[in-house]
């Protein structure tokens, strides 16, 4: 079992800047996480994904630039910077773990993963 508690959530303004944190308690080893984010009246989308060493990350096309995923494996906790915020950004994030140890590379499927925290807001404001 994985238990995900993010924060960092909060109203900024377009253009500025956000840090979202994922802690992560019980089962991490070798799993890879992601953040995912759902849209009022919208589907649940994928966002960014990590595998446990770091060395593979992968993004959505329209963050792309713009956020960076990582992760301190000591602290078991999940980042997502996000930089020149647009309104297009606002929406519920979501920090979402895999049960299969060491993947090599990182689904894109909500499907996939196991484990989800209860999500944090983010509103931009334009």
């Known amino acids: 079992q994985v238990h995900l508690v993010e924060s960092g959530g909060g109203l900024v303004q377009a253009g500025g800047s956000l840090r979202l944190s994922c802690a992560a308690s019980?089962?991490?080893?070798?799993?890879?996480m992601a953040w995912f984010r759902q849209a009022p009246g919208k589907e649940r989308d994928f966002v960014a994904g990590?595998?446990?060493?770091?060395?593979?990350?992968t993004y959505a096309d329209s963050v792309k630039g713009r956020f960076t995923i990582s992760r301190d494996n000591a602290k078991s906790t999940l980042y997502l910077q996000m930089n020149s915020l647009i309104p297009d950004d606002t929406a519920v994030y979501y920090c979402?773990?895999?049960?299969?140890?060491?993947?090599?590379?990182?689904?894109?499927?909500?499907?996939?993963?196991?484990?989800w925290g209860q999500g944090t807001q983010v509103t931009v404001s334009s």
């Open positions: 979402a773990a895999d049960r299969i140890a060491f993947r090599r590379d990182v689904p894109r499927s909500g499907a996939t993963y196991d484990y």
């Open positions: 019980g089962r991490t080893f070798g799993i890879v």
């Open positions: 990590v595998t446990y060493s770091g060395g593979s990350t």
